[in-house]
């Protein structure tokens, strides 16, 4: 039928087994798939498809928010968004991102690559175990996504067209906005701070009218500045790794918004590991060299990040910002490298907020990560909270000041020795 109907592991091989997709991904014999639902996000259904000929993901929305149940519900739309985002991401940045092999509107479902043997990223590293090339990987994607998604790459009229397509995507903005910006610095219903502890501290900073104000600057940015296509929910359960690769998934929140916006939530969960940390990592040494390497995947992202920005700069500005006859003609091409290095500036300022509300969120709001959640010792998951929320306290409110990365990581290493 041409109506939408959730799939069950019961239901999915009578129902997709037809589709040639499947023949030749998972085999033709679809009496003889296993399936499995696997889904540990908070919005949909995840199941895994294997077969004689091969295995594939079938993701498919849910009319509502799974962690929450179908007293909040959500537009099946977001498919559509998150496959618009997939093949835009492949794209901008080809192998970043699992293959999609058949989008169904109507099901809101999606057939893609299965990545294997990856796991999610943030399950590696509670693991203590490394990610060989991440800083590389991720400072790549989250700076050619900016640059091709904008007005400095793409034609105008392309550019206004997506924009507009991804104007849709109201209901997973609104999650941001409220969850993610607004929530978490009031008593709000949905959130979920669980460690008592910390009750002082959470109502100290919701006093705090300057870093409230601060906080509605970003969300400002967020709502209004449309620079170009974000994947809008890049944290650690977004990355999918084996100890030498690191692939994208989940863009369903894609959105057009400020070019620090992905990398800034990203930096902001790899904050958060890094004070989780010693409750992973029994050992103190072992536990300090892994911190160390989470301090330096953030300092190769930038730095990896603001030279891909550069060469793509130099290279490939076509778009209608900065053009290049503007400078040329002068006969040198140094103001817009001098535009270039104070974008770079911005995109830095607006990072830093985006990375400090994150760290917020994720202990007073409604939706937590796993490094902290996990953390049986209630003094122990206290202390790594509180150093999260100082830490990103103190990132929101000085953004505009500190002087670049290793500013950033200086303050995280003094967080984390008191
Ligand atoms: C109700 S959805 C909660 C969170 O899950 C997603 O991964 C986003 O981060 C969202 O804020
Ligand atoms: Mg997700």
Not at 157 to 177: H, M, P, R, S, Y
């Amino acid at each position: 039928s041409s109506e939408y109907k959730a799939l069950s592991p019961e239901t999915l091989a009578d129902r997709l087994g037809g589709l040639d997709v499947m023949k030749k991904t998972v085999g033709r014999n679809a009496e003889g798939w296993t399936v499995r639902e696997v889904g540990d996000g908070n919005l949909n259904l995840v199941f895994i498809v294997e077969g004689e000929a091969g295995s594939v993901i079938v993701k498919q929305a849910l009319p509502y928010v799974r962690l929450v149940g179908d007293s909040w519900p959500l537009p099946l739309k977001r498919a559509f968004f998150e496959y618009h985002a997939l093949i835009r991401q492949e794209a901008r940045d080809p192998g970043s991102v699992p293959e999609v092999l058949h989008f169904d509107e109507t099901q809101a479902l999606i057939i893609m690559e299965r990545l294997q043997p990856h796991i999610i990223l943030r399950q590696q590293t509670m693991e203590g175990r490394k990610v060989e090339g991440l800083g590389r990987a991720m400072g790549l994607f989250a700076a050619r996504t900016a640059f091709r998604g904008s007005d400095l790459s793409m034609k105008a009229g392309d550019k206004k067209a997506d924009q507009a397509l991804f104007a849709g995507n109201v209901e997973l903005c609104d999650i941001t906005e409220t969850l993610v910006f607004t929530d978490p610095y009031y008593d709000a219903e949905m959130n979920r701070h669980t460690t008592p502890q910390l009750d002082g501290i959470v109502a100290d900073l919701r006093r705090d009218e300057a870093l409230k104000v601060e906080v509605q600057h970003m969300k400002r940015a967020f709502t209004s500045r449309g620079e170009t296509m974000c994947h809008g929910d890049l944290h650690a359960g977004s990355i999918m790794v084996t100890d030498t690769e690191s692939r994208v998934i989940d863009p369903e929140f894609a959105f057009y918004g400020p070019f620090g916006f992905d990398i800034g939530m990203l930096i902001g969960n790899y904050l958060m590991a890094y004070h989780a940390m010693p409750a992973h990592i029994s050992d103190a040494n072992a536990c300090g060299e892994f911190q160390a390497w989470i301090l330096e995947v953030i300092e190769e992202t930038w730095s990896v990040y603001c030279a891909e920005f550069l060469r793509l700069w130099r290279t490939e500005r076509t778009g209608i910002l900065y053009p290049k006859a503007l400078y040329e003609d002068q006969g040198h091409d140094f103001a817009s490298e001098s535009a270039a290095q104070q974008l770079l500036g911005e995109i830095f300022r607006d990072l830093v907020g985006f990375a400090g509300i994150e760290m917020h969120r994720r202990i007073l709001g409604l939706a937590h990560v796993a490094e902290l959640d996990t953390i049986e010792d209630e003094d122990l998951k206290a202390k790594c909270e509180a150093k999260c929320l100082k830490l990103g306290q103190m990132l929101v409110m000085n953004r505009n000041r500190l002087t670049g990365m290793d500013a950033v990581l200086a303050a995280a290493r003094q967080t984390e020795t008191g």
